[in-house]
């Protein structure tokens, strides 16, 4: 399946919960499931151990804008680590380059940093790199390519994402305001999608990998 690109919000509704890098909306204005009878508990039915693993494999697939064979594929990556498979997904996650980009404050949503990304605006220790997979390790440096500084139109969309960031930087990275110069202190261990239970995925793939 290839990457989302339909109403965002529904899909939050749908999964019960905030997407912060999908988009810098929320489920609150409607919290109820959509469709017909989204309001009404007693047609809402019990879910399955299967719907609950399927329910939070999506939430990671829709937050960070995967296709289900790119998360296949760093799911069996993190299997074949010697660490947690859970907290390897996470790490995997985390460290993709439009996701560092994004919550660097470079862009509002994972989206966005993705297109920065791949139109070869973002730097990775001063060399351009534009594969949005691209995995930053602990140290690299990631920063607005020169050229872009000088480029009006992404300059402003940067700026104002810099001024009003959707989320708070992690603990696993620093940020010099004077050069615009993201730093990877550490390895992610945690993911700001709320209340992910990653152990449900990590069963979810161990059917059918």
Known sequence: MSRYSGPRVKRLRS?????????????????????????????????????????????????????????????????????????????????????????AGFARTIPAARQLVSHGHICVNGRKVDIASFSVRENDKISLRDRSNKQKVELTVVSNALTSLALSRPEWMSFDASSGEATITGMPTSSPIPELNIQLVVEFYAKCL
């Open 15 to 103: 999964l019960g919960v905030d997407l912060p890098g999908l988009t810098r909306k929320s489920k609150d204005r409607r919290p109820t499931p959509p469709g017909e009878h989204g309001e009404s508990e007693k047609r809402r039915r019990r879910e399955s151990d299967y719907g609950r693993q399927l329910k939070e494999k999506q939430k990671i697939r829709y937050n960070y804008g995967l296709g289900e064979r790119q998360l296949r594929l760093l799911v069996t990556r993190a299997r074949a680590s010697k660490d947690a498979t859970g907290g390897k997904i996470i790490e995997l996650l985390e460290r993709r380059l439009d996701n560092v980009v994004f919550r």
